[in-house]
């Protein structure tokens, strides 16, 4: 019961990181899941987040694999719960109030304050999650490439999703 507990709070407040996305949140997951209740180790952590990101839905479901891996279907459903109920309860109060708040002279600069905030956490996600999967030539150049693709062309990211894939299977197996 207590393993409950602590995904609860985990994952409760890990939802409230999440400004920008749940890439916000990787840094302190990171720290949380792997560093200080050792649930999982990082290369676990990865393929969980990886996974999350090629599911269709939101990528943060992939919370309720770690919540399963702590305490079975129990800990899944906590982690779901406490991940994205205090999120959206605090996104429709700020959201019903911020439409009030409409004409109000400081709303511009708390917008491009939290735009400043959701760059800088992603950033620091990205930075985190860099250090634990680009540990060879190809992985840097596929992330280099990957990037430039995205950021120069109007490409479809799936293609180089697919083909980067393709690009890593290949090398695992020559």
Known sequence: MKQLGDIAGVFAYLSLLTVGGGMAAFP??????????H???????????????LAP????????????????????????VAFFLPTGLLTFAI??????LGTWRWRPAIQAGLGSVSVGLVLAGAII?????LNGVLYVAIAITVFLLLFKSKINPAY??????????????L
Request: aromatic share 8%.
């Open 95 to 100: 959201g019903r109030l911020w439409m009030h």
């Open 57 to 80: 839905g939101p990528n943060m479901m992939m919370v309720a694999s770690i919540g399963a891996v702590v305490a079975g279907v129990p800990g899944a459903l906590v982690a779901l």
């Open 129 to 133: 999650m860099g250090r634990g999967v």
């Open 39 to 53: 649930w999982l180790t990082f290369p676990t952590l990865l393929h969980f987040y990886s996974l999350g990101q």
């Open 160 to 173: 180089p999703i697919v083909s980067s894939g393709l690009i890593a299977l290949g090398a695992h197996y």
């Open 28 to 37: 302190e997951l990171k720290t949380l899941t792997v560093d200080v209740h």
